[in-house]
């Protein structure tokens, strides 16, 4: 691209690997700032730089922009005119950090003032009740019985999420919220500000580890959900859309409780991740463009997710892990660490992806593919 006056973008987050992916199918240079720089992510890029942090409060702020300015020059050389920033997860707990990066590139996508809002617990619980969706309320006083999980402000992607013992207050930064039955959904939209169009529904699971009972395992699209469940939360992420101004692709975390059936009523609505999410990966090609597009004010017409179902999830090592240089990945892993990484126990050491005609062949796709990984891992030295 040098040479010529490509549009890039800044791709910002904790992992930036599945928004460098879309910004290629969209035909945008992806500078990309995260805290892995796995090899996919390397590769993807038109330039790449790696910044300390962790999963709690994301990206360290001053290296951060210090990495955005030194991607900023060298889009400059290479011709490449950023349009402005894009961020994934990361920032939930420190939307000012996103407002220093947006002083000096423009956000593509919800402004930190949004993200504060609904990452708020209380301010979130004001929206849903104003808006007569079913939510849980935040509680910040001793748990009164065994029903109750406590939950950081800002937190994502679930290992953050613990039981709270009877009689035990939140700590600081964390709030309780009641435990309740259901199968987790997630729903990717995409929105203008004023209206919203759901891109597909995904059904969730969890992969707990020892410290982490509800720490994010992976997806499948398209979930089996009753039609009239499916429109119930759909209006309600067109009223918290029309309440709060949200714009391009969003996901909104459902639990929905199957022994409702057909009737409706049986969900609750968890949290809106106001960015591109965890299912991005099982997204159409498009999908970033619906999401530039929106920016503007536009919807797209049509919303298919292809024919194909497609499901995701993260691999975690069973044990301590070297990654030698000499192993082979196979196509269908995504995040995949560099030559050397140490990966410690109980932590990520790639995501999977399959597809299938159906659900239960996506699923069974999948499970095919986390065997014969974690067969391979094995033997591997």
Same mark, same amino acid.
């Given at each position: 691209?040098?040479?010529?006056?490509?549009?890039?973008?800044?791709?910002?987050?904790?992992?930036?690997?599945?928004?460098?992916?879309?910004?290629?199918?969209?035909?945008?240079?992806?500078?990309?700032?995260?805290?892995? /720089?796995?090899?996919?992510?390397? &590769?993807?890029? #038109?330039? *790449?730089?790696?910044?300390?942090?962790? %999963? @709690? =409060? !994301?990206?360290?702020?001053?290296?951060?922009?210090?990495?955005?300015?030194?991607?900023?020059?060298?889009?400059?050389?290479?011709?490449?005119?950023?349009?402005?920033?894009?961020?994934?997860?990361?920032?939930?707990?420190?939307?000012?950090?996103?407002?220093?990066?947006?002083?000096?590139?423009?956000?593509?996508?919800?402004?930190?003032?949004?993200?504060?809002?609904?990452?708020?617990?209380?301010?979130?619980?004001?929206?849903?009740?104003?808006?007569?969706?079913?939510?849980? /309320?935040?509680?910040?006083?001793? &748990?009164?019985? #065994?029903? *109750?999980?406590?939950?950081?402000?800002? %937190? @994502? =992607? !679930?290992?953050?999420?613990?039981?709270?013992?009877?009689?035990?207050?939140?700590?600081?930064?964390?709030?309780?919220?009641?435990?309740?039955?259901?199968?987790?959904?997630?729903?990717?939209?995409?929105?203008?500000?004023?209206?919203?169009?759901?891109?597909?529904?995904?059904?969730?699971?969890?992969?707990?580890?020892?410290?982490?009972?509800?720490?994010?395992?992976?997806?499948?699209?398209?979930?089996?959900?009753?039609?009239?469940?499916?429109?119930?939360?759909?209006?309600?992420?067109?009223?918290?859309?029309? &309440?709060?101004?949200?714009?391009?692709?969003?996901?909104?975390?459902?639990?929905?409780?199957?022994?409702?059936?057909?009737?409706?009523?049986?969900?609750?609505?968890?949290?809106?991740?106001?960015?591109?999410?965890?299912?991005?990966?099982?997204?159409?090609?498009?999908?970033?463009?619906?999401?530039?597009?929106?920016?503007?004010?536009?919807?797209?017409?049509?919303?298919?997710?292809?024919?194909?179902?497609?499901?995701?999830?993260?691999?975690?090592?069973?044990?301590?892990?070297?990654?030698?240089?000499?192993?082979?990945?196979?196509?269908?892993?995504?995040?995949?660490?560099?030559?050397?990484?140490?990966?410690?126990?109980?932590?990520?050491?790639?995501?999977?992806?399959?597809?299938?005609?159906?659900?239960?062949?996506?699923?069974?796709?999948?499970?095919?593919?986390?065997?014969?990984?974690?067969?391979?891992?094995?033997?591997?030295?």
């Amino acid at each position: 691209m040098a040479g010529q006056q490509a549009r890039a973008v800044l791709v910002v987050g904790l992992s930036a690997r599945a928004l460098a992916l879309a910004a290629r199918r969209a035909g945008l240079a992806p500078y990309a700032i995260d805290l892995f /720089a796995d090899a996919d992510t390397r &590769a993807l890029a #038109a330039a *790449w730089r790696q910044v300390p942090g962790d %999963g @709690a =409060g !994301g990206l360290d702020p001053e290296a951060l922009v210090r990495a955005a300015a030194s991607l900023e020059r060298a889009a400059h050389e290479s011709g490449d005119v950023l349009a402005g920033l894009i961020y994934a997860s990361g920032f939930e707990a420190a939307p000012d950090i996103l407002g220093r990066l947006g002083e000096r590139w423009p956000i593509l996508g919800n402004p930190p003032e949004i993200l504060a809002k609904l990452k708020n617990p209380r301010r979130f619980a004001a929206l849903c009740r104003d808006a007569g969706i079913p939510h849980p /309320a935040p509680h910040f006083a001793a &748990a009164p019985d #065994a029903g *109750w999980l406590e939950k950081r402000i800002g %937190g @994502a =992607g !679930g290992g953050h999420i613990r039981a709270a013992p009877v009689g035990t207050a939140p700590r600081p930064g964390h709030y309780l919220q009641r435990r309740l039955p259901g199968t987790p959904v997630s729903a990717l939209f995409v929105a203008n500000g004023r209206a919203a169009r759901l891109c597909f529904l995904s059904a969730q699971w969890p992969a707990p580890g020892p410290a982490a009972p509800f720490r994010y395992g992976g997806a499948v699209r398209p979930a089996a959900i009753p039609p009239q469940m499916a429109a119930e939360m759909e209006a309600a992420i067109r009223a918290l859309v029309r &309440a709060t101004g949200l714009v391009g692709l969003n996901s909104a975390d459902f639990l929905l409780d199957r022994d409702a059936g057909d009737k409706g009523d049986g969900w609750v609505l968890l949290e809106i991740n106001p960015r591109p999410g965890a299912t991005l990966d099982l997204a159409p090609r498009a999908a970033l463009g619906w999401h530039l597009a929106s920016l503007r004010g536009r919807l797209p017409w049509r919303l298919g997710s292809g024919r194909w179902a497609a499901a995701a999830a993260i691999f975690y090592a069973s044990r301590p892990i070297r990654v030698d240089g000499a192993f082979t990945w196979p196509a269908w892993t995504m995040d995949r660490p560099m030559p050397g990484a140490e990966i410690a126990a109980g932590a990520p050491l790639c995501s999977l992806r399959a597809r299938g005609a159906n659900l239960e062949a996506a699923l069974a796709s999948l499970a095919k593919r986390r065997q014969c990984l974690a067969t391979r891992v094995e033997i591997a030295p």
